[in-house]
């Protein structure tokens, strides 16, 4: 079966901290994907990335940045100088081919709130 | 552009009574995805649709009932409304079942 846990369920910051949100998961597929997804108040899910098993290069993205590690099933996600608009839950999520269909299993989320 | 959208936002059933949620996918976009979120949860998926056909199931009873029509748009079905029914429903739509999905707003659910 698989599963994503998010340890973390809520954390607090100052403007301009660097804030890491970790996720572990764990499959049975050789092939499967990560995802993380942000969620703000409104409830729609962004799209943040996606990375596939046979990728384990990091990745950064403005002030974001991605640490896949398969040795530690863990791909953790950290945003550098948060700001307030960064304040919402974010989803680490889990697909595999199973079915063929896309079926994401998602951690519970962290709750992130950046204070001014 | 436009995105997933949902309707309606935000809805009040009493139990027992049936809900129809209604998506209309990102253009271009042929898979339909469902998800249910409770409160303070992650999403759990209840079903997808490609090109009109289920096409993968989660763990939900069969009183949770889909249909995708020719243009792609979607429609959850909820029979016979419990209290644990309470919960945002996403969609999510993709060009592909192995594509990454683009969410809706989600339709809030309350069942009293």
């Known amino acids: 079966a698989q599963k994503v846990t998010q340890a973390q369920t809520e954390i607090s910051v100052v403007e301009k901290e660097d804030v890491t949100l970790d996720c572990v998961y764990e499959t049975r597929d050789t092939t499967y994907y990560l995802f993380w997804y942000k969620q703000p108040p409104s409830g729609e899910l962004v799209f943040l990335i996606r990375?596939?098993?046979?990728?384990?290069q990091n990745e950064i993205s403005g002030r974001y940045s991605w640490n896949f590690q398969k040795s530690t099933s863990s791909f953790n996600f950290t945003i550098t100088a948060s700001q307030v608009v960064d304040s919402a839950v974010y989803f680490c999520?889990?697909?595999?081919?199973?079915?063929?269909?896309?079926?994401?299993?998602f951690g519970k989320g962290t709750k992130l709130t950046v204070n001014p | 552009e436009t995105g997933v959208t949902q309707s309606p936002t935000h809805l009040i059933k009493t139990r027992g009574q049936q809900v129809t949620l209604r998506c209309s996918s990102q253009s271009g976009h042929n898979t339909v995805s469902w998800y249910q979120q409770a409160l303070g949860q992650g999403p759990q998926f209840i079903f997808q649709?490609?090109?009109?056909?289920?096409?993968g199931r989660g763990n939900f009873p069969p009183r949770f009932s889909g249909l995708q029509f020719p243009n792609y748009s979607s429609e959850l079905n909820v029979n016979a409304l419990e209290l644990d029914d309470s919960a945002l429903y996403l969609c999510?739509?993709?060009?592909?079942?192995?594509?990454?999905?683009?969410f809706g707003e989600g339709s809030r659910l309350t069942v009293l």
């Open positions: 999520a889990l697909s595999g081919r199973q079915g063929g269909s896309e079926k994401l299993v």
């Open positions: 990375r596939n098993s046979f990728d384990e």
């Open positions: 999510a739509s993709s060009a592909g079942v192995e594509r990454e999905l683009f």
């Open positions: 649709y490609y090109r009109e056909e289920e096409n």
